[in-house]
């Protein structure tokens, strides 16, 4: 992967314990059905990815490990692998395999490997990694000159200047990065896959940039503490999954009252409850757009490429800070784990603007002298006034009141922030001819998958919608879903919960549906077929 | 709202019953934040939802009145964010032990220094008169009909076992100790418990004025500094003692243990992010 | 009001001291704006209701006590009290005084006091109660010799046969009797106004009907007691609000999830976050729609009339039983704390079906032999077989899988059980013309307030449709908004949240809405204005 | 399925890695439950989630695994429905000290007859080696980078100090004692905790089988029915004891306490409503 420069690729968590890496001469960040080369490691491997093989799949292995019919090319992984000393060797002895058959460059191997375990601090591993790659390698050359395989199958590697300065980063990271760049210095989240790995992200970092990363007893706690946090002048987040967002719900709640910024970010993975917990689905869309008794306004983005989790993640803690309402940032399991490269991303000059004043003695804390239902927040022994924060309904000082004319004044405006922010919202994206018939919509990381099925398919009058901002619903979207005359909604769920949100944002009805559910993201040629198919049922018509 | 110059509000009117417990402490915690000579600005209480957990509103600081349950770690992360601020978490015994009791442990693991005002008036007071944490075995109430059937939390004892930093019990009928209390809780130097036992003149009948002036006595000849003996007089049960149980100065509080206040004291909101560093860090994951 | 027996009364708690009492001569069962007679016991009282004053209204009270231009019937309330030895006796003089004015029973007066106070077991205070009722009595007749109060202006209360044997009851005690009925025996709550009368009536009578009723630690403890409980063969519900059942929301899910049935009261109070504990609001419908991370079933009922929390609630137990799914039911502080007489209710006959089977030793709790998603469920220790809950997705046995097939499977099997309760949901309620061009629409406890503003208004073209089953919205409800050339949607919160979901689930769109969220419930009167308004600006039209 | 007439399911596949220290546990619970001689039918494990919580997935009985952190609450009503069964609630130290501290709090304070099994491992296993409460002061993880700085959670004194009626400390490496101490826990009449000393071999390298070896010992002379005396072992900080600390049969078990259980033993699904009674009480409010 590392050692692709002539070619993007894309990775992810596909079982508990395997990977799926894509190398292509041309960039590609969405997952295929389609397996060219099998590289299984345990037992069950090929079973559980049976119903993606062809006759044309290659598969390498452990001949004598494997209860199958099909062709196996032998390669004996776990000797090896116990001959260096332990049996975990044998994942990169089958990354050297893959560099040796793709005629990567085996000096950039290695130099990853000293690179990585220098990181990580375990530079005790690396002489027997390095060993393992080789192996691999050497591997693959007798492969090909013994005539197990034809070379020929697999694309070379090549290097290549165009992408020299790519990033190679995941969506955790991209979200991490997003956060620095935003200006987050405090993060206070509860382990929970898969989200865990912005935090960690964000922890690894805590001393270049001046975060408080805080493990917190429950999410509760952690929503709670991260709300606090702004009251204090920091920018904070909170880093979750579906069964964590539950917990916060209360929180959130208290946010939108006390019209605090907050910034959470929600991984979503298969539920309900439990569910799967390391595969992905676009389920929660629903519970992040209504979490929270009461009624309050909220922002929600999506983020479909790696660039935009950087971009939307900086975005969210202007956003929370200007309107001072909860921002999520939805993603989900396959959007954390996958990998690929990516142009540099610029970071933000000049001072990041805070909208915090310091306080006259007879500071307001919500008052309702603003036309836009924005009063400046304080922050505690920043000037003369004090600054009241109330869970309660609370009048103009922040303090506990049943005078219904309050009532109603706060009630709208807390509830009329967001008018203004029409004006910087994110326009949901159109790929395609401009005078589609057919309009697929995506929102959240479906965006590389769609878009690749559609190229494939090249349907001249089909094109893209993609959503990055989900809620509140851009303008824009009944534009341009009154133009089409079919309009296919794509979504890693069950109930299309996105759909539904369209339709009453818009108006407009929502007829075909394709949806998955059952914990992997959409790869692009299954969902090519399933475009195609839905549209020769309705013909492109409504 | 009146000029900042002290923390009583005049004319304040507050939503308890006349005769409340409640108003003995706000008193006694208005003492102990003008003998310290604080500003009011300096001064954030954090507060949970009840009867207790109203205080705030009654007098002239900052305020965060968040959650029933949830003060303590808002409170943690405001002094974690400013560690000039004097931070107070207060709120009722179902507030604290109830619904928050999972903050209230995990608040004492890490010790930040803030100070923890606990209105023990063993009863929820503001959803009338339901069994709360600490409310005594065989406590009748509307819900607990046969009388409450668990054993009452002991969060003295909970505290110093858990190595709370400070843990006292305050009776407020004593407005003075109490004040005077709350004036070391805040000064000393990590968490501070002080527990406060409040009649409730309405739900509580059984733990009245005068039975708390009964079933209480002076701490004395104590060594606040031994934990075995801390835990021992707290778990006394026939009367129950009053005073400073247990104090540790040697524990370094949570904040000052983060890498952000090491070599800086600036404010949050007067920190820029470091856009060289951000650089350097995204050039180390070119492929 | 217990000495109303020619008539139909309505109170509730409209400030956290004050109580609306309606009296007439038919049945009347919701709140108006208008005041006939106020008798103001504090300061502030005249202030908070100035807007509802007219010239007629007379106010009868301590005519020192009160800075207003308004002419005040001087009556010592705080002397007299304090005479008998207490200030809140003041109360009950109040009571009296209303009685002698409208000519009631005082014999039943004293009677009532009687038995309330030997209920309570407070008999001590019965002596001095009594001699407050009577003094206040005696103060009408004085007022009414002395010429202070015309006494024509008043309704005079006659008993009558046909009401003889109706109940006067709160719609708390109505949830709690139908909890009862409903087989209940086990409830785990925290206290949350407006919710905490149901758990204190069903530990009133615990011991009657053998019910278990804790008081949790906090309200994640009480739903997964709950669930626990049902588990173990209970019939078992929570009751709570707003921000209790923001914390319930992933015990929610994790019912979902091992289908568990679950039955959750809901008694909405104004948010966000506290809000105002102790008024009014229908905010929490969408909350209580998509509470949970992940996606299931789940079944909304929202009661209109006392006899209506009844009976929903005895049916919530049936169901959630039958269709393993939660089922809630929504009501609000207004619901909860209101009282009028009602007819006595039936008592259901028969064994309660429990739709539990013996298992076999080869018992597997979620088997997916079956045509309707519905598995039987076992008990433990109930048979030979072993019953296995699991949050994760699971197999037939209930053990954690990641098999995708399955997946798909426990998706669709979960989510397709209500298929079958269609034929047994609760229609929409239509009063009125059938063939209306006006129809407003409500749910919940707004039933009886716009029933009353329709029957003033007495437009011949229009009706009202009320909804106890909020969700899943009956299938009905597209054929009766069809009909419609107006819909008028009728909500007590901001954003017409029951109107977003019948836009979603029908496909039609409600242009009309009369919303209030100032923390009241609508007034008749006033409901009728706006509804006459509504139907002017609009001619009737879509 | 296999057929049920032992604890054990034949070719089970765990989740776990090889080595650790898990197998130990649930072969010590499969131990106990075959010499108390229970059915599994009676016997229900109620699990939250990590890698100790799938346990009950790995043996023949009932099972409620539910939410993490959330045991306790479901097995103290699945206990209080029908106390025939016996009810065990288990799971990993973040599970129960963590996300559930609240329940571990009142469960204590409710004394239902149930055997909380706490494997406790100072790590989180199943999300990948973040801080677990019982993590030791400075343990370094991709979170705690700078390592742990709060104190961590000693549960047998936070157990004892609240009244638990039955507290004990075991190593699964000693295999045989944990089935011996699991067996009484399961017999005491009451709440029982028994903390498991559980190496994690893949994240954590500080608490290894041998540093547990090294660092307990196994309590002798002691009166586990002294309950200063069980405080003061349970504060040991040196070298950890093993063994039962805290023992009291006089507490009377919560669902014993419950009215409904007085008078009739029928089990809830077998119980019909009272139709003269709801009547009654519907008459009584006749206006
Ligand atoms: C999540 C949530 N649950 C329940 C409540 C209702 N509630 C408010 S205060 C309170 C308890 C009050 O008791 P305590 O904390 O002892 O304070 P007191 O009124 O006695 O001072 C409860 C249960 C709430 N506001 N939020
Ligand atoms: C509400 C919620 N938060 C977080 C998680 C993620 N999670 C699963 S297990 C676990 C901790 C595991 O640690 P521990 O309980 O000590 O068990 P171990 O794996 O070490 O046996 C966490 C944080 C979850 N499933 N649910
Ligand atoms: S209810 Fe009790 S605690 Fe609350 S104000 Fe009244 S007396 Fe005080
Ligand atoms: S991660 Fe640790 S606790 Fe979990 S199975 Fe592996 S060794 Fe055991
Ligand atoms: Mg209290
Ligand atoms: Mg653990």
């Not at chain 1, 369209?502 to 407009?508: K, P, V």
């Amino acid at each position: 992967m590392f050692l692709l420069p002539k070619s993007i690729c894309l990775a992810y968590g596909e079982r508990s314990n395997s990977i799926q890496i894509r190398i292509s001469d041309h960039p590609v960040q969405a997952p295929v059905r389609r397996i060219d080369l099998l590289i299984p490691l345990d037992k069950d491997a090929i079973a559980h990815v049976s119903d993606r093989l062809s006759k044309s799949t290659i598969i390498i292995g452990d001949r004598e490990k494997f209860d199958t019919d099909r062709e196996v090319v032998d390669v004996s992984f776990s000797n090896m692998a116990k001959e260096i000393g332990n049996i975990i060797f044998a994942n990169t002895i089958a990354v050297g395999l893959l560099l040796g058959l793709t005629e990567g460059d085996i000096k950039e191997g290695k130099q990853f490997l000293k690179n990585y375990f220098t990181l990580k601090k375990k530079e005790e591993f690396i002489p027997d990694n390095i060993r393992a790659l080789e192996k691999g390698f050497q591997e693959a050359t007798r492969l090909v000159k013994e005539k197990h395989i034809d070379p020929d199958k697999f694309l070379h590697m090549k290097k290549s200047k165009e992408i020299k300065d790519d990033l190679l980063i995941n969506g955790a990271e991209a979200i991490g990065f997003g956060a620095i760049a935003g200006g987050c210095n405090f993060i206070s989240s509860y382990p929970m896959s898969p989200s865990t790995g912005v935090l960690v992200f964000l922890s690894q970092h805590a001393h270049e940039f001046d975060i408080i990363s805080e493990q917190a007893e429950d999410e509760i706690s952690a929503v709670n503490m991260a709300i606090g946090a702004w009251y204090a002048g920091a920018r904070a987040m909170v880093t979750t999954s579906g069964g964590g967002l539950a917990l916060m719900t209360e929180g959130i709640s208290l946010a939108g009252m006390v019209e605090s910024p907050m910034v959470i970010h929600l991984a979503q993975r298969p539920g309900p409850a439990t569910g799967l917990p390391t595969r992905t689905e676009q389920g929660d869309l629903q519970l992040a757009l209504y979490a929270g008794h009461g009624e309050f306004p909220r922002i929600i983005l999506a983020p479909g490429q790696i660039e935009e989790a950087y971009e939307v993640t900086q975005k969210a803690f202007y956003l929370a800070d200007k309107y001072q309402v909860p921002v999520f940032i939805l993603t989900d399991q396959y959007t954390m784990d996958s990998y690929y490269n990516v142009k540099e991303f610029s970071v933000p000059e000049g001072k990041i603007d805070r909208f915090i004043i310091k306080t006259d003695a007879d500071y307001q804390r919500y008052s309702l002298d603003t036309d836009n239902g924005i009063t400046p927040r304080g922050i505690p022994n920043h000037g003369e006034g004090l600054v009241r924060a109330d869970s309660d309904e609370h009048d103009e000082n922040g303090l506990i009141t049943e005078d219904m004319e309050v009532r109603i004044k706060m009630m709208e405006k807390r509830n009329s922030k967001l008018n203004d922010f029409k004006k910087e919202a994110f326009a949901p994206n159109l790929l395609g001819p401009k005078d589609y018939r057919v309009l697929c919509v995506g929102w959240g990381s479906t965006y590389h998958v769609i878009k690749e099925a559609l190229d494939k398919l090249n349907i001249p009058d089909a094109a893209l919608l993609h959503f990055k901002q989900v809620y509140p619903v851009p303008e824009e979207s009944i534009k341009y879903l009154r133009k089409a005359k079919q309009i296919i909604s794509i979504e890693n769920n069950y109930n299309g919960q996105f759909a539904q949100l369209l339709e009453i944002s818009t108006g407009i009805s929502i007829e075909t549906k394709i949806l998955k559910y059952n914990g992997l993201p959409f790869y692009s040629d299954e969902l090519a077929e399933e475009i195609n198919h839905a549209i020769s049922e309705k013909g492109g018509q409504k | 709202m009146t000029k900042i110059k002290q923390f009583e509000i005049e004319q304040v009117k507050t939503a308890w019953c006349p005769g409340c417990g409640n108003f003995m402490i706000l008193k006694a915690l208005q003492q102990a934040l003008k003998e310290l000579s604080l500003k009011p600005q300096q001064v954030v209480i954090v507060s949970g939802i009840g009867q207790a957990a109203k205080t705030p509103h009654y007098l002239n600081v900052n305020m965060f009145n968040g959650l029933h349950g949830r003060a303590l770690p808002p409170a943690t992360a405001i002094k974690a964010c400013n560690p000039e601020l004097t931070v107070i978490a207060e709120g009722g015994d179902g507030d604290m032990y109830g619904e928050g009791g999972n903050h209230f442990l995990h608040t004492i693991r890490r010790n930040p220094n803030i100070t923890h005002l606990v209105h023990n008036n063993m009863v929820y007071g503001l959803t009338k008169g339901q069994a709360s944490p600490t409310s005594e075995f065989g406590f009748k109430t509307p819900v607990q009909t046969d009388g409450v059937i668990s054993e009452p939390v002991n969060p003295l004892a909970l505290a110093i076992s858990m190595g709370a930093s400070f843990v006292a019990r305050v009776f407020c009928g004593d407005t003075k100790k109490t004040a005077d209390i709350i004036k070391k809780a805040i000064q000393h130097s990590g968490y501070a418990l002080v527990d406060i036992f409040q009649p409730c003149v309405t739900f509580n009948k059984v733990n009245t004025f005068k039975w708390f002036k009964e079933h209480t006595y002076d701490l004395e000849d104590h060594d606040s500094h031994d934990r075995n003996q801390a835990l021992k007089r707290a778990m006394e049960k026939e009367k129950l003692p009053l005073g400073i149980f247990y104090q540790n100065e040697d524990k370094n509080p949570f904040e000052q243990q983060l890498s952000v206040h090491e070599n800086k004291k600036t404010p949050f909101i007067m920190r820029e992010l470091n856009r060289q560093k951000l650089k350097e860090l995204l050039k180390s994951k070119q492929s």
